[in-house]
C-alpha cells in the first residue's frame, strides 16, 4: 500500500512543498513537486534515514562561562538525538576550553564527533 507524505525541503532557498509517495518499510516510490534532484535526493533521505545536526551546551568548570556550546560535526541519525543530549548533560569540562575542540568522538557510533562552537577561558 503507498502513503503520501508532504515534506518541505530545506536544501536551497526553494523550500519545495514535495509529495513522497512511500511504500512498505520507508520505500520511496516517487516524489512530486521538487524543483530539482538535491530536493528528491532529501525526501529519499528524510523518509529512509533521517538525520539532524546536534547542537546543545556542555557544563564548564572554572571557566568564564558556566557553559559552553557544542554541535556535531555531521548530521546523527535523528532517533539518537535524546540519548545524545542525555549523554552530553554527564560531561563537565574544566577551563580553558579550546575553539572546536572535540568533546566526544563518534557520539553513540555514528561517526559524528562533538565540537565546541566557542572558547572558554579560565577565571
Known sequence: METKKEIICIVCPNGCRMNVFIEDQNKVTRVENAL?????SYAESEVQ???RSLTSTVKVNGGS??????RSNKPIPKEKLQEAVKLLRTIELTAPVDY?????SNILDTGA??????QVLAK
Open 36 to 40: 530539482c534532484k538535491n530536493g528528491i
Open 49 to 51: 534515514y533521517p538525520q
Open 65 to 70: 562561562l558556566p557553559l559552553v556550546s557544542v
Open 100 to 104: 572546536h575542540q572535540v568533546i566526544v
Open 113 to 118: 564527533d562533538i565540537i565546541t562552537t566557542r
